[in-house]
């Protein structure tokens, strides 16, 4: 099965385009996990474990971020292990490692995720080339999702300016993988942020098929009405990413996994007007 159709499996089963994004804050791990565990690494991974236990009938997608494990030191990579092995059947995984090298390096990046790992998909920057992309582009089966429109202030940097006769370097960017996705086998998406939707309309015209990483509601203030009005006519399928709101929400409270599986069963349900365009 390809990339694509195993994420239209996974909207369709679980009934939504919802991504649960896994960015483990040592800070913000609830007070009942970390004095139950002795270890940094043993309270994120009960931590996370629980997070998938609450969410799990609410999303189609997690998205553990590596900047989050990778801060845990030499233990960060078995506890990423750990939790990406407990994340049910039938969900998509997407590691955020927002990867991009030389293609000596960037071979090892791609044998690391999509062999060592062997998650579904992660996420490259394009800051080096396109010729960077490279060693990621013969995984069958396999998707990853290219920076493409940002969801951060700095988006505005470069990938807003006028680029190559595109109204944006993100709608040039959205056009060469549009071109790259014709010769190869792994699937060719883009992130784009749900905080930039004034701009998105270009960038979604260059490469209409291609599948979406969408960050930036929840926390970050996005509008799921604007992503709503933007995403109407895309034909690749929309994971609308959502972490600190979910996987926090129950911060400070005794009742804390509740929390949780409420935040989480309000974003799916928030989310249902852009799901049912694209699961019937
Ligand atoms: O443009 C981007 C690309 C990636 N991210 C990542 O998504 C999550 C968002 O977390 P929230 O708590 O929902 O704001 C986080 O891992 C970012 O590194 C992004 O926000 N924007």
Request: aromatic share 8%; charged share 20%; glycine share 8%.
């Amino acid at each position: 099965m390809n990339y694509t159709e195993r994420l239209k499996d996974a909207l369709r089963e679980s009934g939504t385009c919802l991504c649960v994004g896994l960015d483990p804050d040592l800070g913000r791990i609830p007070k009942s996990v970390s004095g139950a565990y002795d270890t940094r690494p043993e309270q994120v991974v009960a931590f996370l474990k629980t997070v998938i236990d609450c969410t799990k009938d609410n999303c189609a997608a997690y998205k553990p971020n590596l900047g989050f494990f990778e801060a845990l030191g030499a233990t960060g990579l078995e506890v990423f292990r750990e939790v990406i092995d407990y994340i049910p059947e039938g969900k998509i995984v997407i590691a955020d490692v927002k990867r991009g090298d030389i293609s000596s390096t960037a071979e090892h990046y791609a044998k690391a995720y999509f062999e060592t790992f062997d998650v579904d998909a992660i996420t490259i920057n394009p800051m080096m080339g396109f010729e960077s992309l490279q060693p990621f582009l013969d995984y069958p089966g396999k998707g990853v999702y290219t920076l493409t429109l940002t969801s951060n202030p700095g988006a505005r940097d470069f990938l807003m300016k006028p680029f190559e006769g595109h109204e944006t370097m993100a709608a040039y960017i959205a056009q060469n993988l549009a071109e790259m996705q014709q010769n190869h086998s792994t699937h060719l998406g883009m992130v784009i942020g749900a905080t930039n939707t004034e701009n998105l309309s270009d960038v979604l015209h260059e490469h209409p098929k291609g599948n979406l990483l969408i960050p930036g509601i929840g926390a970050q203030g996005g509008s799921i009405a604007d992503l709503a009005k933007v995403l109407s006519d895309h034909k690749g399928l929309p994971l609308i990413n959502s972490s600190r709101s979910i996987i926090y929400a129950g911060e400070g409270t005794e009742d804390w996994q509740q929390a949780i599986g409420k935040q989480s069963r309000t974003m799916k349900q928030a989310l249902t007007s852009i799901t049912s365009s694209y699961v019937s």
